[in-house]
């Protein structure tokens, strides 16, 4: 992190260089007042201590503070002339999308605005960052690690999303949208290129590279032709900040909007910006921002610090000691998270200096659910083939080289050393052995987790998906249950475009994005010679080789509910899935009480900064530690757990919160049994900060013995900045 002064000198050069706060070309861009426009954005960050994260799936990766909250950021386009029909997209800081928390969405909101909110046209993207918090999924399998369901967690995704549409809604007013894309060559790599090298040569000689380099924006502007923000899409795993991290962030595409939004309001606290800036994520499966290849850390051995074997990505025959390495690696995992945010702000950037295509014509959606178990569809050749119940392959366990062993929740577990409670409650429903059906139909894939069968205590993989896509003019996003692959991705837009055009949706001018995870979490989506290779990506491709393949057919046949004569009804659909809320094991304890300590109050200072005698410069790092109390008390959604103030004519200022990556929330339980706790405050002060008086502030609730959860704040003592 000490390296985020420099990111901000950068913005600092290129805000002098550019136009950039104008938001480059002005002029109607689109046609004005064919849509309404909204834009919003929304606090989710759940409890930020004492939960374990999601993404790495890692039992030890449990939180204990905070670097940037999570947000959902919200985008509503409405047809004009009829403001009844339109859309919903929802991009939110988050591992996955999720079935439940998705219905507890739709249902606020349909509730909140019958006449505009549904299940079709509400579309739940995530970002796929792996450093938030968890807990919230409904389905079995990736709560595991989580120690079970954690409510507070989902409604703080419920909460803070349903605020960000709100927000979006209050803000519809007529604008315009325009559509072009850019190339970020050097954010991302393949992290499985062996498993890219089985698709056929001539189909691989078609691009220049094994991933897609792609950038693509759309832009909103006001009636007068005012950037408002935009929606981006580019493929990049979030997993710049690496497993052993432990405070909730948004990975690069958080940091992104983040780095965008303060350079379009350098003023606006995080968060309570009105420009929305929207990274979203793409066909994310093989991609990975450790873009200086995986390496060996195994101290000691021959092969340390040398590349991983191609084929299995393993050191010394293991895959434990392989990582891959962010731009930023010889910094800092945090160097190499803003270097890969910066690289798509760049981009972004880029376009929104030009003058793009104008998007004109339908708003249209549609929506249907998709039961994968044993589904027979036709492919183009007129073979039948079908997809299966869900189930994992052994390397699903081997994880990758952005988190090896990921998901391995059982590994140095053992039924004598028990290191997960969650796991010793469930597992004995666990292994009802694969019935010679499901081992033809994942063939050549060996079982290792047949979830699909498995359903107690509840059901451990999802076996409906949401089918969805959202037109806007020529924009097509197909709205995606999982993670497809590079060339999973290009068969599948390649396809709906194809089908899109010769089926009179749309002319030559169709363009197709993919998002995802988004809705429900389906796993992974390789191409079927992907699949056959079984690296990460294929065992995670939980229906079976013919995934991809079913998704392009039943996104396929739907083409023509978003043609311009679309009446807006929705096509059939197989059963929605089952809530499970009501079935959700929590193992996770709450609060029992705070104590300050004897002779303490919640505040007080325990070690303080430096006296103003001694003054701070930029680049140094100010810190204080105070008596906490856990921050799981109150979430302090839409505010912060802290604040950097600046003492300016004659008052304190907030000038800084929890959510300037320059600042760094830390929480230590230091009396299990007295309840006592203290909390780091840390400020890295930037370049370019004005001389003068600052102090350091802790907002913080603590949960007495008897008695209601009550606020407190404290104080570091005043610190001087030297010019
Ligand atoms: C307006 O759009 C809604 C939603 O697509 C549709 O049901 C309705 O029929 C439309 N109204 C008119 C007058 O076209
Ligand atoms: C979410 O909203 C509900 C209803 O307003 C409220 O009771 C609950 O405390 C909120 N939860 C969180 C985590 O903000
Ligand atoms: C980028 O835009 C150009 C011009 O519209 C288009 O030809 C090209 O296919 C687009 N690239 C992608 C990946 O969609
Ligand atoms: C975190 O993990 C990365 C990747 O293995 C490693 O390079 C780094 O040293 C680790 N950091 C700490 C603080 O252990
Ligand atoms: C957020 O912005 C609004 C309007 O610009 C302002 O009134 C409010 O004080 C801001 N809140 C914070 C926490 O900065
Ligand atoms: C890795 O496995 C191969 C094949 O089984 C074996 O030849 C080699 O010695 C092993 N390497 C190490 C370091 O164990
Ligand atoms: C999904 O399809 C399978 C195979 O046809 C069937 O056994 C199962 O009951 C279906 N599930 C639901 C929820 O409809
Ligand atoms: C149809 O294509 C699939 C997938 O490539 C292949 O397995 C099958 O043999 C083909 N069928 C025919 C009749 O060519
Ligand atoms: C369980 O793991 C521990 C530590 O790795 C090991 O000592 C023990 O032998 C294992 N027990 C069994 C039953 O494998
Ligand atoms: C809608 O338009 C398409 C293509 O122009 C046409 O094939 C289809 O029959 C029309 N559908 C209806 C319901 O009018
Ligand atoms: C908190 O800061 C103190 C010094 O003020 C330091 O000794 C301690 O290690 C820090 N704790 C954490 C968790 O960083
Ligand atoms: C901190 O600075 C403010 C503004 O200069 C001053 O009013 C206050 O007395 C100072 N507090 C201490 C403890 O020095």
């Known amino acids: 992190m000490q390296l985020l002064h420099q990111g901000l000198l950068c913005l600092t050069a290129f805000l002098a260089s550019t136009n950039v706060l104008s938001n480059g070309a002005r002029g109607v861009q689109g046609v004005a007042g064919q849509y309404l426009l909204g834009l919003g954005i929304g ?22 503070g905070l670097h940037l909250r999570q947000r959902s950021r919200a985008w509503i386009v409405a047809d004009a002339n009829n403001d009844t029909n339109r859309v919903v997209f929802i991009n939110a800081d988050i591992a996955m999308g999720d079935t439940g928390v998705r219905r507890s969405i739709v249902a606020a909101l349909s509730a909140e605005f019958p006449e505009y909110y549904n299940n079709a046209n509400i579309a739940l993207v995530s970002t796929h960052q792996h450093s938030g918090v968890g807990g919230y999924l409904e389905n079995l399998l990736p709560q595991v690690t989580a120690l079970g369901y954690v409510k507070q967690a989902a409604d703080a995704i419920v909460n803070g999303t349903v605020l960000a549409v709100r927000r979006a809604h209050e803000s519809l007013k007529p604008g315009s949208l325009s559509l072009g894309n850019t190339t970020v060559v050097d954010g991302n790599r393949n992290r499985s290129p062996s498993a890219y090298l089985a698709n056929p040569a001539e189909e691989r000689a078609r691009y220049d590279y094994d991933q897609d380099k792609d950038l693509t924006l759309l832009r909103f502007d006001d009636e007068s032709g005012n950037a408002r923000g935009f929606l981006s899409f580019f493929a990049v795993h979030g997993t710049s900040l690496y497993e052993n991290n432990t405070l909730v962030s948004s990975d690069n595409k958080g940091m992104a909007a983040y780095l965008y939004e303060h350079l ?10 009105t420009f929305v800036a929207g990274f979203t994520q793409s066909n994310v499966g093989d991609t990975s921002p450790n873009t200086l290849g995986a390496y060996c850390e195994s101290p000691g051995e021959a092969w340390d610090g040398q590349l991983c074997e191609f084929e299995h990505s393993t050191c010394g025959n293991k895959t434990e000691d392989c990582h891959g390495r962010g731009p930023g690696f010889r910094t800092s995992d945090f160097e190499s998270n803003r270097i890969i945010a910066q690289l798509q702000v760049d981009g972004a950037q880029t376009l929104m200096g030009q003058t793009l295509a104008p998007v004109t014509g339908a708003v249209k959606y549609v929506h249907t659910y998709l039961n994968m178990s044993y589904r027979q569809f036709e492919l183009p050749n007129g073979t039948t083939v079908q997809t299966c119940p869900p189930a994992m392959g052994y390397s699903f366990a081997g994880g990758t080289t952005d988190g090896p062993g990921a998901f391995d929740f059982i590994q140095g577990d053992n039924s004598s050393n028990p290191q997960n409670p969650f796991w010793e409650l469930v597992k004995g429903a666990v292994t009802p052995l694969p019935p010679q059906e499901q081992i033809d139909c994942q063939f050549p894939k060996p079982i290792l987790l047949d979830t699909g069968y498995a359903h107690t205590p509840y ?43 010769s089926e009179g949706v749309l002319g030559d001018d169709a363009y197709v994005v ?38 392009i057919d039943k996104y396929g046949s739907l083409v023509g509910y978003l043609a311009d004569n679309a009446t807006g009804e929705q096509p059939p659909s197989d059963p929605a899935p089952p809530d499970l809320s009501g079935k959700a094991i929590s193992l996770q304890t709450g609060v029992v009480f705070d104590f300050a300590g004897i002779g303490k109050a919640f505040g007080d200072v325990l070690t303080d900064v430096r006296n103003a005698s001694a003054p701070y410069s930029a680049g140094e790092a100010v810190i204080a530690t105070f008596v906490g109390a856990n921050p799981r008390n109150n979430l302090r959604l839409e505010h912060t757990f802290l604040s950097v103030d600046q003492f300016v004519d004659d008052q304190w200022k907030p000038v800084r919160s929890d959510s300037h990556p320059s600042t760094t929330y830390q929480w230590t339980r230091t009396d299990t049994v007295l309840g006592t706790s203290t909390v780091n405050i840390t400020w890295v002060i930037e370049d370019g900060t004005p001389a003068g008086t600052y102090r350091l502030t802790y907002f913080g609730d603590y949960k007495p013995v008897i008695g209601s959860i009550t606020p407190f704040v404290g104080h570091s003592s005043n610190f001087t900045i030297s010019a």
């Open 43 to 64: 606090d989710i960050t759940g409890p930020v201590v004492e939960t374990n994260m999601m993404g790495y799936a890692s039992l030890a990766q449990t939180d204990t």
């Open 264 to 273: 379009v309001e350098p003023d606006s606290m995080p968060g309570n910006n």
């Open 459 to 501: 059901d451990w993989s999802p076996n409906t998906v949401d089918i969805q896509m959202l037109r806007v003019g020529n924009l097509v996003m197909l709205i995606m249950p999982g993670e497809l692959t590079t060339m999973a991705g290009r068969r599948m837009r390649e396809a709906l475009r194809t089908k899109l055009i």
């Open 514 to 551: 993919i998002a995802g995870p988004a809705n429900t979490y389906a796993h992974y989506v390789t191409t079927p010679e992907e699949y056959a290779v079984q690296r990460y990506e294929g065992a995670s491709t939980i229906f079976g080789q013919w995934t991809l393949n079913s998704y």
